[in-house]
T-cell receptor, first 115, second 112 residues
Framework: DVKVTQSSRYLVKRTGEKVFLECVQDMDHENMFWYRQDPGLGLRLIYFSYDVKMKEKGDIPEGYSVSREKKERFSLILESASTNQTSMYLC??????????????FGEGSRLTVL | GDSVTQMEGPVTLSEEAFLTINCTYTATGYPSLFWYVQYPGEGLQLLLKATKADDKGSNKGFEATYRKETTSFHLEKGSVQVSDSAVYFCALLNTNAGKSTFGDGTTLTVKP
């Protein structure tokens, strides 16, 4: 069974702290994505990656960075957390161009609260 | 750029009622279209999809038809159950850009 695992379901951090959100997939997918989900705003793409060590900015990359050192792992980094980054963060993965049906596989989400 | 507009919620229905959630899109080229569902406390999962015009996606009694002429992909179910209570997201995949765009989500509550 395909699986995307996010390391923490719930986190509480203080303003200015550095925050790491980890995501691991076991499906050998090339593509990985980070979204944030806010009420009334749907899902907004922060960053995505098509391959190891590659990254592309999504629609709202400001205040975030990412790291993809291994194919199965995609990390989201908040260098200095702020209260407006309080949100639900969703990681997703999909196959590369070859055989890509377009379906995204999601983790269960990480709910971050910044105080 | 690409965009997806969904019917605003929340939607509250009685069990066995007919469900329609409207979805329209704006995109360049020929996107693939999806409906995802998010049950309480869980991540999103694919409900159904359609990859070209006039395709009909279906799953668990839900259906949606890719209408290129009206740029729509409305979700329907003939008889909803309490267990269908969830948030439903319409989405498109721009195959050129390789990324998906989501609607704002519609919360459905089904009462017994």
């Amino acid at each position: 069974d395909v699986k995307v695992t996010q390391s923490s379901r719930y986190l509480v951090k203080r303003t200015g702290e550095k925050v790491f959100l980890e995501c691991v997939q076991d499906m050998d997918h090339e593509n990985m994505f980070w979204y944030r989900q806010d009420p009334g705003l749907g899902l907004r793409l922060i960053y995505f990656s098509y391959d190891v060590k590659m990254k592309e900015k999504g629609d709202i990359p400001e205040g975030y960075s990412v790291s993809r050192e291994k194919k199965e792992r995609f990390s989201l980094i908040l260098e200095s957390a702020s209260t407006n980054q309080t949100s639900m963060y969703l990681c997703a993965s999909s196959l590369g161009l070859a055989g890509n049906t377009g379906e995204l596989f999601f983790g269960e989400g990480s709910r971050l609260t910044v105080l | 750029g690409d965009s997806v507009t969904q019917m605003e919620g929340p939607v509250t229905l009685s069990e066995e009622a007919f469900l329609t959630i409207n979805c329209t899109y704006t995109a360049t080229g020929y996107p693939s279209l999806f409906w995802y569902v998010q049950y309480p406390g869980e991540g999103l999962q694919l409900l159904l999809k359609a990859t070209k015009a006039d395709d009909k996606g279906s799953n668990k009694g839900f259906e949606a038809t890719y209408r290129k002429e009206t740029t729509s992909f409305h979700l329907e179910k003939g008889s909803v159950q309490v267990s269908d209570s969830a948030v439903y997201f319409c989405a498109l995949l721009n195959t050129n850009a390789g990324k998906s765009t989501f609607g704002d989500g519609t919360t459905l509550t089904v009462k017994p």
